[in-house]
């Protein structure tokens, strides 16, 4: 019983950072970077910072404001990753592990959105679309730049994956 109330808790957490953390350090980097007010919003059950339609002239630190989701995931699987390495107690170490699966998912699925919402490109309504469109960028030149950030991401992703591996001890059986 222990061990399901602890994936539970590992879930929501993980949840929680993802729907609103994220969301709420998006929304103190735009105050901060662009200097205008932002409100938020629920979409769902997620958490959305709206944006001002002016935020975008500004492209190096809308870029910022867009990218500090991705950040603030990778700085809670770092973070964990220490808590990780650190904690002996078996249920920690699993509410730990779930945690971070949950926050590698959301970066992988992330990446594949915006993936194929600059491919199939309905419309410009999704804010990196936008940055791409107002940063002067060809469309291949915005499909390159998207290739690197992919590849950075996937390469980083692959590399927690490797370090994830050696701070969870195997257990042969026989």
């Known amino acids: 019983m222990n061990k399901i109330l602890i994936i539970i808790l ?50 190096y630190a809308y870029t ?9 995931s990778i700085l809670f699987i770092e973070s964990s990753l220490l808590w990780l390495n650190r ?18 998912g959301y970066l992988i699925a992330s990446i594949l959105i915006t993936i194929l919402s600059v ?12 940055l791409l469109s107002k940063g002067n960028l060809s469309y291949n030149q915005g499909l390159l730049l998207l290739l690197v950030v992919t590849v950075m991401l996937l390469s980083y992703i692959n590399l927690l994956t490797k370090r994830i591996k050696k701070s969870i001890p195997v257990i042969s059986r026989k």
Do not use: H
């Open 10 to 59: 590992g879930l929501l957490a993980g949840w929680l950072c993802i729907f609103f953390v994220d969301e709420l350090f998006k929304m103190l980097s735009s105050i901060i970077l662009l200097k205008e007010n932002t409100s938020l919003a629920f979409n769902g059950f997620k958490l959305n910072v709206i944006l001002p339609g002016t935020a975008i002239n500004n492209l």
């Open 64 to 72: 910022a404001v867009l990218a500090t989701p991705f950040l603030v």
């Open 87 to 104: 904690t002996l107690n078996e249920l920690a170490r699993s509410f730990n592990l779930i945690f971070q699966l949950v926050n590698i």
């Open 119 to 130: 491919f199939i490109k309905p419309s410009l309504s999704n804010d990196w679309q936008q």
